[in-house]
């Protein structure tokens, strides 16, 4: 059967389905410029009108599923049974791999999404930021895929430590530049300041934005706003598939929580769906915005240019530490998950980079795949939920999601071997 | 039937000669409603031109009360002020009461189903017992049992926003949103919040809105061409209701 007949035909929105209505973004207090209005200027039209869309299912164009086809969609969904054994658990335990794309984790389900719809509306060039480089690979991929140039504005230090991540987007096709850089306005005020300024997200974005407004080009956004998370619904809604050919009903799902676009797409549809009874977001003990980080407005961005959104945060100005798994890094949590989480329907947890770094392990001493040490947190609650189930002994079905691989990331697990020792 | 032009202004914008004219014309060209901004500390919902509308007045208008109740003399169309809860809530029942002894119609919260949803039946309480009308202000982020409890204790009509702030042209299917709520809500539907075109305004009246609330569109004509352009804007407006009754 050809792929791209088992790709869903719809993203699930969980908007109208929410207990509450979702608080909407706002300009702040005296604001000189509208930043509403700024995402009317950057975004590709289709893209923001999804951003507010209230659908429940919103169509996935035909040349979208092509595209999703290519990279290899539906991804695997499979079940980690030596991990079992080595537990000992009576509990099942499944994982979406969402690593098995060629950028090696799940933001190339949005990415080829925004891609398109900037092509459709004519535009022929697309850019972005990206920290450690894993959105910004997926952003070339995506443009590439439809023809479009694209230029990543990279974070200097990635830049200079992270050689890799630069190398495949240029053979992707991307143009990648070491952010401060001297395209921009800002840019190049940053550099008069300090011409060895290392660079920062809030940087980069700002850069990206100015560039993207400069020439007509459109920006794409990688996670938090409600749009991303709607298109990362193919992976709930392929799960559920899958689940339901195997005969399995699932008790529980789990996933990291970044800014909370690989959790919202595997787990909204099952919400939506009435399926779980238990759903569990994971973060960084490091990074403690689920214990500590307040609900209020506040900035999605570290630069301040986008609407204030209502979500659980630590603040946009809180510096998070150098932990190594880099895409938790962020100091909020999606305005809908953050509302899920405060109605208490969806539970958290936090955990250190040492209980995940030996979580890693065993999974990749039992399974064999080497998870982005993101995905790790999943894992290592997986873990968890699986003794748990051992000492009650219940067959528990347990479905994580492991939102990317960590091939890529070899340099922080030698990073932290040296920390915490092997 | 005929359909409702419910017409948005900030009080005293851009002074107050040209704010009376503008109001007391615009009821004589068909306004059913009027819907009176006060300038809030904060206005959240607001998009940036309304928010400047506010920012002009606020330097000098101090006083409301009396260029409201200059404008009840004048015209006898309902008057609802729309105003932010947030900056009344330590003083709700002295502004209530104020509004009322000047003969006011009723009140409009934009944050009142967004940042007080817990307790907004006893709010709504509050505003009908000084003997004013609740005119609720809702949009797509609601849920649909939400919008239903609202449009049967919504007075005068129910307000619902298509977009997420004003004046701010989002791309949204209005025709789509007010599909879903049209069989929600038993009560009248107005539909306004960014609503500024003459496609869209076509749409909210074919989808079933028995009415559209203007503002944005009227403070940008007067800043850009002046009152008789705004006015015939309005009238404009009116011709194309007309044309749904």
């Known amino acids: 059967m050809e792929n791209s007949v088992l790709i869903p035909k719809y993203w699930y929105n969980i908007i109208p389905d929410l207990p509450k209505p979702l608080p909407p973004p706002r300009d702040p207090p005296n604001a000189e410029f509208s930043r509403i209005e700024l995402l009317e200027k950057i975004l590709p039209k289709e893209v923001l009108r999804q951003q507010f869309t209230i659908e429940r299912f919103v169509k996935i164009p035909e040349e979208v599923r092509d595209r999703y086809a290519i990279i290899g969609r539906p991804t695997p969904l499979m079940r980690a049974k030596r991990l079992e054994e080595y537990l000992g658990t009576p509990a099942k335990i499944y994982f979406k791999y969402e690593g098995a794309t060629p950028t090696g984790s799940h933001k190339i389900n949005t990415a080829i999404a925004q891609a398109y719809f900037a092509e459709e509306e004519g535009i022929s060039h697309v850019v972005t930021e990206t920290g450690a480089g894993q959105w910004g690979t997926a952003v070339t991929l995506a443009a590439?895929?439809?023809?479009?140039?694209?230029?990543?504005?990279?974070?200097?230090?990635?830049?200079?430590?992270?050689?890799?991540?630069?190398?495949?987007?240029?053979?992707?096709?991307?143009?990648?530049?070491?952010?401060?850089?001297?395209?921009t306005e800002f840019g190049r005020k940053i550099l008069k300041e300090n011409p060895n300024h290392p660079g920062s997200l809030g940087i980069a974005m700002s850069e990206a934005i100015e560039y993207a407004l400069e020439h007509d080009y459109r920006y794409l956004v990688g996670s938090v706003l409600d749009v991303v998370l709607l298109h990362q619904s193919v992976i709930g809604m392929e799960t559920i598939a899958q689940l339901d050919e195997l005969g399995e009903e699932p008790d529980m799902l789990i996933g990291c929580v970044g800014g909370g676009s690989n959790f919202a797409g595997f787990v909204y549809p099952f919400i939506g769906a009435k399926k779980g009874k238990k759903f569990i977001a994971v973060g960084a003990a490091e990074i403690p915005k689920f214990s500590s980080g307040r609900y209020e407005y506040d900035y999605p961005d570290t630069a301040?240019?986008?609407?204030?959104?209502?979500?659980?945060?630590?603040?946009?100005?809180?510096?998070?530490?150098?932990?190594?798994?880099?895409?938790l890094r962020y100091h909020g949590v999606a305005p809908s998950l953050s509302l899920l989480i405060k109605e208490k329907i969806v539970e958290w947890r936090e955990y250190t980079e040492e209980q995940i770094y030996e979580a890693a392990k065993l999974f990749m001493r039992t399974q064999g795949i080497v998870p982005a040490p993101e995905s790790a947190h999943a894992i290592k609650a997986t873990i968890d939920e699986a003794l748990?189930?051992?000492?009650?002994?219940?067959?528990?079905?347990?479905?994580?999601?492991?939102?990317?691989?960590?091939?890529?990331?070899?340099?922080?697990?030698?990073?932290?071997?040296?920390?915490?020792?092997? | 039937?005929?359909?409702?032009?419910?017409?948005?202004?900030?009080?005293?914008?851009?002074?107050?000669?040209?704010?009376?004219?503008?109001?007391?014309?615009?009821?004589?060209?068909?306004?059913?409603?009027?819907?009176?901004?006060?300038?809030?500390?904060?206005?959240?919902?607001?998009?940036?031109?309304?928010?400047?509308?506010?920012?002009?007045v606020s330097s000098w208008l101090k006083d409301y009360i009396n260029p409201l109740k200059e404008l009840r003399k004048s015209v006898n169309v309902p008057i609802v002020i729309l105003t932010y809860l947030e900056d009344y809530l330590s003083n709700l029942d002295s502004f209530l009461t104020a509004l009322h002894e000047i003969n006011i119609d009723g009140v409009l919260f934009p944050d009142l189903l967004i940042d007080y949803i817990d307790n907004y039946e006893t709010y709504v309480l509050s505003i009908k017992e000084k003997g004013l009308k609740a005119v609720l202000f809702t949009g797509p982020s609601l849920p649909d049992n939400l919008i239903k409890i609202a449009s049967k204790i919504s007075d005068l009509f129910l307000y619902y926003g298509v977009r997420p702030t004003t004046g701010v042209p989002i791309p949204v299917s209005v025709d789509s949103l007010i599909a879903r709520v049209r069989n929600l809500v038993q009560n009248k539907l107005v539909i306004g919040f960014g609503l500024n075109d003459f496609n869209d305004l076509r749409k909210a009246l074919s989808t079933g809105a028995d009415g559209v609330a203007i503002g944005t569109a009227f403070i940008e004509e007067i800043e850009k061409n002046g009152l008789q352009s705004a006015l015939q804007l309005v009238k404009t407006i009116r011709g194309v209701l007309d044309e749904y009754s």
């Open chain 2, 1 to 56: 039937m005929k359909r409702m032009l419910v017409t948005y202004m900030t009080l005293g914008y851009p002074n107050l000669e040209i704010f009376y004219q503008f109001v007391e014309k615009s009821v004589e060209l068909g306004t059913d409603v009027l819907e009176i901004g006060l300038p809030p500390k904060y206005a959240k919902y607001d998009g940036p031109v309304i928010r400047k509308s506010y920012k002009v």
């Open chain 1, 304 to 327: 301040g240019l986008l609407p204030l959104v209502k979500m659980i945060t630590l603040g946009k100005d809180y510096v998070p530490p150098p932990i190594y798994a880099g895409g």
């Open chain 1, 388 to 422: 748990l189930a051992k000492k009650t002994n219940e067959k528990k079905v347990i479905v994580f999601n492991l939102s990317g691989h960590g091939l890529l990331d070899l340099g922080n697990y030698d990073s932290i071997q040296k920390r915490v020792g092997k």
């Open chain 1, 144 to 183: 590439s895929m439809y023809d479009l140039e694209s230029t990543i504005f990279m974070v200097k230090v990635s830049y200079e430590q992270k050689p890799m991540r630069r190398i495949i987007m240029e053979l992707y096709g991307g143009k990648v530049y070491a952010s401060p850089t001297d395209l």
